[in-house]
């Protein structure tokens, strides 16, 4: 993975999950990898939903673009010019690293920062906002990743 864009951190309620890894019968390259999996995909689909809903999934709305913006690119149409971020969010280009009670979310894409947390030139637009539901998925997805047979 190159230069790391965008990351969100998640903390969990389920205690130290670094730590209760190295009691389980499974070795733990395979239940990481079960976590990558699942988590990747629940901020995916969240995030398309955030993009898709133009803000409004996330609690808000995502600010109308500049009259200047909508001139020059032709359309007021918000964070979709190429679908270059939501080719990237689809396929699941996130990266989830366990770091004791919190799961670092990455997406490896040099926009998505931007968007995230806005510049001095453009207001956010956060395309990771995650909703309580989305944490309720996340604590599931990690418990599902431990403990059920594949």
Do not use: C, W
């Amino acid at each position: 993975m190159g230069e790391s864009f965008l990351n969100v951190e998640i903390t969990s309620s389920l205690g130290d999950i670094e730590r209760q890894l190295q009691y389980l019968s499974l070795p733990e390259e395979v239940i990481l990898s079960r976590i990558q999996e699942r988590v990747a995909e629940t901020v995916s689909r969240g995030s398309q939903e955030q993009i898709a809903s133009e803000g409004v999934r996330g609690g808000g709305k995502y600010d109308p673009l500049k009259e200047s913006t909508v001139r020059r690119k032709g359309s007021s149409v918000l964070l979709i010019d190429t679908s270059q971020l939501l080719t990237d969010i689809t396929s699941a280009q996130f990266f989830v690293e366990v770091k004791a009670q919190t799961l670092e979310v990455t997406l490896d894409n040099p926009y998505a920062g931007f968007l995230q947390t806005g510049t001095r030139n453009m207001v956010a637009r956060p395309p990771v906002q995650l909703t309580e539901k989305d944490m309720e998925d996340i604590e599931l997805d990690v418990l599902h990743a431990i403990f059920d047979d594949e």
